[in-house]
Structures are given as C-alpha cells and as structure tokens.
C-alpha cells in the first residue's frame, strides 16, 4: 500500500524568505502527484498537478518537481507572505482510482 | 459558479443516530470522492464513486453509505455503526476517473457525535 509522508510537520519563517516543503512517497507506479493548500476549517485548493511524466510544474511563486525514481517531490514557494500561511498537503494517485494522501506541513509566514 | 457544494456546514448527532451529508457538483464531473480528515491523519478515502449507479469502498468505508443516483450527486450516509464518526468530511470530485485528472474538492462537512 502506497505512504504518503510530509516533513516537516510544521514551519515557521520570516515573510520574504524562500522555502521547500517536501512529500515522500513509497511506491513510483503512481499517475500523477497533487499539492493542495488548506486553511483552517476548509476544503482543498489544489496549487499544482504534475503528472507522472513530467518533471515540474510551476504557477506563480510556486514550483513543484518530481522524481519518481526516488519517490520524492518539492513544493517551493518564493517569497512567502503571510498570506501563504496555511497548511499544505500532497496526494499521489495510484491504479484503482485511488488517491493517497500525506498528513501535511502547517506552514506560518510571520509578518 | 461552477464547483463542489456540501452541506450543511456542522452537524451534530446524537450517539445511534443516522445522517446524511450532502455533496452536489456542477462540474459534470464523472468521479466523486468521499474523505474522512482527522487531526494529525492524512485524509482517508471512505468511498468513490466513478459513474452514475456505482461505487467502490474505500479505505475506511465501515459504518458509511453512499449512492450516486445522479451524476451531480453523491450524499454519504454515517450509520450508528461507525464507532468514532466525530471528523471533518470532505466531497471531491474529478473529470475522469481513469486518467491523471485534478481532483477539486468542496468545503467540507464538521460531524460532532454529542
């Protein structure tokens, strides 16, 4: 069964600075890997899909790389505002029609 | 608009009781998803459904009931059976089931069991 993990848990860093959020997965036979932002009390807001065969998507300040070899992808954002404060998770869709999910990263940008 | 809706916001159940909760899209979307989300748990799929008339268990789908009548909707029924229903709960849907397609989700349902 595929695990989705996301570390770290949680993060906190000044406004402006750069930063990487990361997603693990244990099983590269996967369609297409998803990152979502979720705000407290909230449904998902997908940011970006990249699908199995590319290797990164980008939109805005945000950009995301997969590597499907190693089971990993990136999340980096660019010059974080407060705004951006929020919780970030990834899911990974494998045959079956299955997503599976991480547990997300809790990401606070401190004014 | 067009998107994914669920209501009601909040419900609470008294412990044996039934409840429904409500999932409508208007994407003419072919899948639709049923999540449980806890505190500190990754989401957890509870059932999927991919064409009118059917449905697929999913990880977690013991104590819930779904039907998919239509295509716009796809309501998910907590049974007393479910040991530990307090969760948020959340509806998504996708374009096509069988390919690498975004899935969009609502704004989730709050179940408190008092």
């Known amino acids: 069964k595929q695990e989705v993990t996301q570390i770290p848990a949680a993060l906190s860093v000044p406004e402006g600075e750069n930063l990487v959020l990361n997603c693990s997965f244990t099983?590269?036979?996967?369609?297409?890997l998803q990152w979502f932002r979720q705000d407290p009390g909230k449904g998902l807001t997908s940011l970006l899909l990249?699908?199995?065969?590319?290797r990164e998507q980008t939109s805005g300040r945000l950009n995301a790389s997969l590597d499907k070899s190693s089971g990993r992808s990136t999340l980096y954002i660019a010059a974080s505002q407060p705004g951006d404060s929020a919780t970030y998770l990834c899911?990974?869709?494998?045959?079956?029609?299955?997503?599976?999910f991480g547990t997300g990263t809790s990401l606070t940008v401190i004014p | 608009d067009g998107g994914i809706t669920q209501s009601p916001k909040y419900l609470f159940r008294k412990e044996g009781q039934n409840v429904t909760l409500s999932c409508e899209q208007n994407?003419?979307?072919?899948?639709m998803y049923w999540y449980r989300q806890d505190p500190g748990q990754g989401l957890r799929l509870i059932y999927y459904?991919?064409?009118?008339?059917?449905?697929q268990k999913g990880d977690i789908a013991e104590g819930y009931s779904v039907s998919r009548e239509k295509k716009e909707s796809f309501p998910l029924t907590v049974t007393s059976a479910q040991k530990n229903p307090t969760a948020f709960y959340l509806c998504?849907?996708?374009?096509?089931?069988?390919?690498?397609?975004?899935?969009?989700f609502g704004p989730g349902t709050r179940l408190t069991v008092l």
């Open positions: 998504a849907s996708s374009i096509d089931p069988t390919t690498g397609a975004r899935q969009f």
């Open positions: 099983d590269s036979a996967i369609y297409n």
């Open positions: 990249i699908q199995s065969s590319q």
């Open positions: 899911a990974v869709k494998v045959t079956g029609n299955q997503f599976y």
């Open positions: 994407l003419n979307h072919d899948a």
């Open positions: 459904s991919q064409i009118v008339n059917d449905f």
